[in-house]
């Protein structure tokens, strides 16, 4: 076993890293090439009391896949789509490895083909349906970052664009195998084990009991267990925290006929909001509105700086000057009579906030959209690079991200706190997100430690105040181990003895994932 475990020497110094720009430590890496590799290795390092950080793409921004020592699970190896089953009465199902990238599977869907090394007949079968069927498949939440592996999806739970109607990835996730901290392998399929009374059954024949259990979520985060939870939700965001997934079952959906976007652009910020709350509650017929995004002036700026470096973003139009902020919606439906009907009401909301009809960017059918849904994916990009820029004069400073969700009858209080809070610091910031959701993402800017400090004092502020209006803390990047104390202040002394009684159960020496969320 020994033999598999390297190194990290200089070698794999970036795997000491993610988008959070933490940097952490280990001793030894090792690449498993499939689940019975994971399976021998977890079961030499729990004997060896190793602690282990698992890791994907690290595309994270919360610090979760960098390690504290011990040994670093690098799942890289395990990227292979397994297989597909079912059909269009039932539904897809793609089966993949956890290192596959959801721009594999976005690729595969849109070809109607994938890798099928080693595919059963059935799946090859199957696949003929994406290639000459009629209907078009998808993984409908779609979140943003396309490099990604699907494993770290799952295990952050990531929401995207589309979660106002479809929820998160781990909502269409059907079954998971688990490699546990000592060895031991679990498939969970879902609905076939749910926490009841109490407890839950496990796949060994065995049964978790935690006594008396809330009627819904409590908190927005796995670990917190509710009456009637299956138990892939326990696992669906633990961040690596209860076991390593090492194979994944993809419930597809179907697309939709029609998908069209519009990008507003507004002079100010104060329209947007008011233009964003009566979107989210009007009533459309003919179509569905699935995503709301909503930009500030200093992330178009900073959108706008990125353009002249992606060949991809040179597509668009320039950004126009004047724009302090713009709300990205898109629609489906089936018929396009009911399409425009829809985008005609929303064009008289539009107008009535203040906009023109030259204020507005519209795109219809997949390829035209993927241009629009660029600027979703630039815009944290952007913060990034900014970030990284800032780390060449000061080695210290680190991404600093509020995922904070809230009531949407709070959005227009909280635009102009946000707003309020980064001009009075004096801190660069940008703050995009999901604006029909009550969900913003700020990141500030620091270019000091100092100004690093004092935004986290901020950060913090928000947090506190966030959860005393009932709003969460971190709501679809996961909590890692930059944003754990800010979560630990926001949940119950009972929740987290639950939290940390399901954590104690599955992994009791604590190697898995140390310093993660609990």
């Not at 976005?106 to 595919?119: I, K, N, Q, T, V």
């Not at 002249?308 to 990205?328: F, Q, T």
């Not at 990141?443 to 005393?468: D, F, K, S, Y």
Request: aromatic share 6%; charged share 25%.
């Amino acid at each position: 076993m020994n033999g598999q475990m390297l190194p990290v020497g200089s070698l794999y110094q970036d795997r000491l890293r993610d988008e959070s720009r933490l940097c952490g430590s280990a001793a030894t890496i090792s690449f498993p090439a499939g689940q019975e590799e994971v399976r021998q290795q977890m079961e030499w390092l729990a004997a060896q009391k190793i602690p282990v950080t698992v890791q994907g793409a690290r595309t994270g921004i919360c610090g979760a896949a960098v390690p504290r020592g011990g040994h670093i699970l690098d799942l890289g190896k395990l990227d292979r789509v397994l297989g597909l089953r079912g059909g269009p009465e039932t539904g897809l199902v793609l089966e993949v490895q956890p290192g596959v990238s959801l721009s594999i599977i976005r690729e595969g869907l849109s070809r109607g083909a994938f890798p099928g090394e080693g595919w059963d007949e059935t799946s090859r079968e199957t696949a003929k349906t994406l290639r000459s069927g009629p209907v078009k498949w998808r993984l409908a939440p779609d979140p943003t970052e396309e490099t990604a592996t699907i494993g770290g999806l799952f295990c952050c739970n990531a929401k995207g664009p589309n979660a106002r109607r479809y929820g998160t990835v781990g909502d269409h996730v059907t079954e998971v195998t688990v490699v546990l901290a000592d060895g031991r392998c679990w498939e969970i399929p879902r609905g076939r084990f749910r926490f009841r009374q109490g407890g839950c059954p496990l796949p060994d024949g065995g049964r978790l009991e935690l006594g008396e259990l809330p009627a819904c979520p409590p908190v927005s985060r796995p670990l917190f267990p509710y009456e009637g939870m299956d138990l892939v939700d326990l696992f669906a965001g633990s961040e690596g925290m209860l076991g390593v997934v090492t194979r994944l079952a993809l419930q597809l959906s179907p697309a939709p006929a029609q998908s069209w976007g519009v990008l507003f652009f507004f002079s100010d910020e104060d329209q947007p909001v008011q233009f964003a709350l009566q979107a989210g509650a009007a009533a459309l017929e003919g179509a569905s509105l699935t995503a709301g995004e909503f930009y500030d002036g200093a992330s178009l700026r900073q959108i706008q700086k990125q353009k002249d470096l992606s060949s991809r973003l040179k597509e668009l139009p320039d950004i126009p000057p004047y724009a302090g902020a713009a709300v990205y919606l898109e629609l489906e439906g089936e018929e396009e009579e009911g399409m425009e009907e829809a985008l005609l009401l929303l064009s008289e909301l539009f107008a009535g906030c203040g906009g023109r009809e030259e204020d507005t960017w519209a795109a219809c059918g997949p390829g035209e959209l993927e241009k629009l849904r660029l600027l979703r994916h630039t815009a944290p990009e952007s913060a990034n690079h900014a970030i990284d820029e800032a780390r060449r004069q000061e080695g210290g400073i680190t991404k600093l991200c509020a995922d904070i969700a809230f009531p949407p009858e709070r959005l227009e209080e909280w635009s102009l706190r946000y707003r309020r809070d980064i001009r009075e610091s004096g801190i660069p910031g940008v703050v995009f997100g999901h604006i029909l959701e009550g969900h913003l993402h700020v990141n500030l800017l620091p270019a000091t430690l100092e100004e690093h400090r004092q935004g986290q004092g901020m950060i913090e502020g928000w947090c506190a105040a966030a959860v005393a209006q009932g709003g969460r803390v971190a709501d679809e990047n996961g909590i890692g181990k930059q944003k754990r104390d800010w979560f630990l202040g926001s949940v119950t002394p009972e929740q987290l003895e639950a939290a940390r009684k399901i954590k104690a159960f599955f992994d009791p020496e604590g190697l898995l994932n140390p310093g993660n969320m609990l």
